[in-house]
């Protein structure tokens, strides 16, 4: 399946990096790094969606989807291969529909990589449906660092996601 690769920049990343606090919320994390990681997906969707991630809002979008409120971005930080698992929480599935999920994943060196850096591909590996997510099966993936999440996702991996070229959704003008 063809991907989208976005290279992070260091802009990208000091503005990411600068709304971590405003846009953290309370819950279990998997890594240090998941609010940044989180932030730096939505720009590069934002880059491939709009055309310029400096256009996306990312401190408008507590309490909803990501982009028109239409479409939610999920982003993992790990070595990029095609059956890492697009990952929704079973409590946010339930809370919310959102037409579209869409996986990015930022290609880290290795697992155990502390920090994120500029040059690193931000790569978008493709989308589903709430529908697709709320049949898909649970789990509970843990914790990067190991041992339990204590929470279970919805689990699709990725070479099952439908490819971007098919993306349903236009942007508004």
């Not at 993992?76 to 999920?101: C, G, H, I, Q």
């Not at 449906?129 to 990067?144: E, I, N, Q």
């Not at 190991?146 to 236009?170: D, E, K, W």
Request: charged share 25%; net charge neutral.
């Amino acid at each position: 399946m063809p991907y989208i690769d976005i290279e992070i920049t260091a802009e990208m990343l000091g503005a990411a990096a600068g709304a971590v606090d405003a846009v953290k919320v309370n819950r279990t994390v998997a890594s240090p790094y998941d609010t940044l990681a989180g932030l730096i997906g939505e720009l590069a969707f934002a880059q491939w969606f709009i055309g310029d991630w400096r256009l996306h809002n990312f401190l408008d979008t507590k309490g909803k989807a990501d982009f028109l409120d239409r479409i939610e971005v999920k982003t993992s930080a790990f070595p990029f291969r095609d059956t890492l698992n697009l990952l929704v929480r079973e409590d946010y599935a339930a809370k919310r529909k959102p037409e579209a999920y869409v996986q990015t994943i930022i290609d880290i060196p290795n697992r155990d990589a502390s920090k994120l850096e500029p040059g690193l591909v931000c790569r978008i590996a493709g989308w589903t449906t709430s529908a697709a997510v709320d049949a898909a099966p649970l789990r509970d993936f843990g914790a990067k660092g190991g041992g339990r999440g204590g929470y279970r996702c919805h689990h699709i991996q990725i070479r099952n996601l439908s490819p971007m070229q098919t993306f349903p959704i236009a942007r508004e003008a």
